[in-house]
């Protein structure tokens, strides 16, 4: 409900966007954080890989049973980069 009544408020409906209701984005034309999940938008990430133009710094990697820790740590905000857990 919080969509059409930021439609009523703002006049441009591409600084609007919803995490909850997915259904909105395609009705109204309000954006969805987190970007477009497709094969082609992967096909180009995987070539930025392989030619080693894509850059994905890790912070922290910490076993699994660290998880907690590994979880504080985000929370402080100061994360850049990547935590990752490892199951070895």
Known sequence: EAVP???ELVTDRSRIGTIADY????????????????????SELV????????ELPIHLAAPLEDAAAAHAAVETGHVRGKVVLTTD
């Open 5 to 7: 009544v930021s439609l």
């Open 23 to 42: 259904t909105a984005v395609e009705k109204y034309g309000v954006r969805r954080p987190g970007g477009d999940r497709s094969a082609e938008n992967l």
């Open 47 to 54: 070539e930025l890989h392989t030619a080693g133009h894509l």
